[in-house]
């Protein structure tokens, strides 16, 4: 660093901590303290003289607006962190949701029957051809009985209409044997 170079910086610090001392109710950006310095800062040959104690105002100005955007900074990173991490939660509790909500749904689309997940349509189509086929046999069932009851019924008619002519038959025949026996003891009363 060359004297010339270095006497600059330190007149530029000195007009800085002169200059943030003044003009703490005007303008406070660094631009602004940076433009006042070199405006009221006085000229020797080519070469503007600063004062130290506002070249020193202005680098404590500088280092404080840089803490204060450094801790801006870290709690940003420290916001997007959180951000960040409330939105993998968010992306886990949705992936467990959807697989919640898709084995929900095939849950929903099965039934065990027997031990075994079927679809409710194949379920109902069996369950709809069981009950098909059982309301098939109880009406075969009961058409047959109904058949069967009718002859049953037409068989004791006729069996006890045959059981009437059969005592008539016999209650006749006892009396034609009585009358023949009355008249064979007759012929052997007359004959004796």
């Known amino acids: 660093m060359t004297i010339k170079t ?25 631009e602004a303290q940076f433009v006042e310095v070199i405006d009221k ?10 004062k ?28 997007i962190a959180s951000q960040n991490s409330n939105i993998t939660n968010l992306e886990d509790s949705l992936s467990n949701t959807q697989n919640n909500l898709d084995t929900s749904i095939e849950k929903e689309g099965t039934i065990s029957l027997f031990g075994m997940t079927t679809k409710k349509g194949t379920y109902n189509f069996l369950l709809f051809s069981t009950i098909g086929v059982l ?10 009985f109904k058949n069967s ?16 002519e059969f005592d008539s038959y016999r209650q006749k025949k006892l009396e034609e044997q009585q009358q023949l026996r009355r008249k064979l003891q007759d012929e052997i009363n007359k004959n004796k």
């Open 6 to 30: 270095f006497f600059s910086c330190f007149l530029f610090l000195c007009a800085t901590a002169g200059y943030s001392q003044n003009n703490d109710q005007i303008d406070n950006s660094i």
């Open 41 to 50: 800062s006085n000229n020797y040959q080519k070469y503007k003289v600063i």
């Open 52 to 79: 130290r104690t506002k070249l020193a105002g202005l680098r404590k100005n500088i280092l404080d607006s840089i803490e204060t955007l450094e801790k801006s900074i870290e709690q940003k990173d420290a916001t």
């Open 135 to 144: 309301v098939l046999a109880l009406l075969f069932f009961v058409i047959k």
């Open 149 to 164: 009851n009718i002859i049953t019924k037409q068989t004791n008619h006729k069996l006890s209409e045959i059981e009437q």
